[in-house]
């Protein structure tokens, strides 16, 4: 990038970020530290208190609730998180608010002028988002600052902020070009958001032995699901309970809120940011905890519009979960898959987990150099015994075909990138029936 001619709005920015570096992601803290000094964002803590959440599945859903819970109790807030759906504005709430076009803008200029400071250095279009958004958040005066891992842990451009506390929700097998297959070593990535003596919370069952093996080495106080807190029930009525920081004994609850509602969210992820907000000396209401979980909301994950439901669960570890939901939720007609990949993911791993509910399919090409092609997911399909209805050359244009055939007992999942849903969500959105009461949000990962 040249260091005249800024842009003077949020699209042209956009632009010139996705065109300035060669490679989307390039892994590396070195380059974003550098600027990260240049811009004082290494002089002092972010905020009063911070949170990293990384994992393969589950952070948006933890961050939200997170989020949600830390303002029922009267904190104020900031969450950055990635990619976005519909809007770049997204990425970075302040105080439940989507930030506007001119905090966006004053953070790329802030991070444009620092990184032509001495030497210039390249940065990606995530991580001058990244040290945007920090930049933002620090200016914001927050009690709390929730920050979302965008690719691995150890070398995202998130990590070059000492959390607080660590969270790591699951580990699975994604992004295979960047962190490899190997379940462990994946495990250890993530795990490089942990701190010494900072707490690590940990919150599946069947994380890979490597977190908490780098939290040992670290000295970080490791908090486990099912160990130092957990939860009891399912749906409505179930309770969390949980060490505070100075809890010993893994097998005593120090803590506890019973009667909670059932926040249409995985419980597990509700578990982990409640024991999170403990770490980060949180002294949880029942009232607080009940009005949050009630009203939060997560667009895009197991989001049902009518007989639509949208998910962007790309890997077969969130496959696997969205089956589960849905086997719950049986309907009465058909149930047709929407399906658009990209092409570095597993997509038969995403077919045979989702092959049990799905009765017929309608696979749909993606655009872009990753794109993958309706095609190829229809071959994959076909292999797997799938009834392949049609093939879309757009997720619109697949969810247009699909529309026109629906019986009213019929449902539909949209899934597979979050590129899909948020296609299919604005053309949704953008059609005679409005979202209204007609939009109910039932699950995340």
């Not at 000094?37 to 961050?63: E, H, Q």
């Amino acid at each position: 990038m040249s260091d005249h001619a800024l842009p003077d709005t949020l699209p042209a920015w956009l632009a010139r970020l996705e065109a300035a570096h060669p490679v989307g992601i390039d892994l590396g803290l070195e380059r974003v530290a550098e600027v990260a000094r240049r811009m004082g964002l290494l002089d002092a803590p972010l905020c009063d208190r911070v949170i990293t959440v990384a994992g393969t599945n589950g952070k948006g859903s933890t961050v939200a609730m997170l989020e949600a819970l830390a303002r029922a109790h009267g904190l104020s807030t900031a969450a950055y998180t990635s990619p976005h759906l519909l809007r770049y504005n997204e990425r970075l709430r302040l105080d439940g608010q989507e930030a506007d076009d001119a905090t966006l803008i004053a953070g790329f200029e802030a991070v444009e002028a620092a990184r032509l400071e001495g030497e210039p250095v390249s940065l990606t279009y995530f991580e001058v988002g990244t040290l945007g958004a920090l930049w933002a958040i620090a200016r914001s005066r927050v009690d709390l600052a929730i920050l979302e891992v965008g690719l691995g842990g150890r070398l995202d451009a998130v990590n070059v902020i000492d959390p607080d506390v660590a969270v790591i929700t699951t580990v699975a097998q994604d992004h295979a070009a960047f962190l490899g297959t190997d379940l462990q070593g994946i495990g250890r990535e993530k795990a490089g958001i942990l701190r010494a003596a900072r707490p690590a919370v940990l919150g599946s069952t069947t994380l890979p032995d490597s977190v908490r093996q780098l939290a040992t080495e670290l000295g970080a106080a490791v908090y486990a699901l099912g160990e130092a807190f957990g939860r009891e029930g399912e749906g409505e009525g179930w309770s969390f309970w949980g060490q505070t920081p100075l809890g010993s004994d893994p097998k005593r609850a120090t803590r506890s809120v019973t009667d909670l509602p059932d926040p249409g969210l995985p419980l597990d992820n509700a578990a982990t940011a409640l024991q999170a907000l403990l770490l980060a000396g949180v002294d949880l209401e029942e009232d607080a905890c009940r009005r949050a979980l009630a009203g939060v909301e997560l667009p895009g994950r197991m989001q049902w519009l009518g007989q639509w439901c949208l998910d962007v669960g790309h890997n077969p570890h969130a496959a696997g979960y969205l089956a589960q939901r849905l086997e719950a939720r049986p309907c009465q007609g058909r149930t047709f898959g929407l399906l658009g990949m990209l092409a570095d993911k597993d997509a038969d791993g995403v077919i045979a987990a989702l092959s049990p509910v799905v009765d017929a399919w309608v696979p749909a090409s993606l655009t872009g150099e990753r794109a993958r092609a309706a095609d190829d997911l229809a071959e994959r399909l076909a292999r797997h015994g799938g009834e392949v209805w049609h093939r879309g050359s757009s997720p619109v244009e697949a969810a247009d075909w699909l529309a026109a055939r629906l019986a009213p007992e019929d449902r539909v999942l949209v899934c597979g990138s979050f590129f899909t849903v948020a296609e299919v969500l604005e053309w949704r959105l953008a059609g005679d029936q409005t979202a209204g009461e007609d939009t109910a949000f039932e699950g995340a990962r």
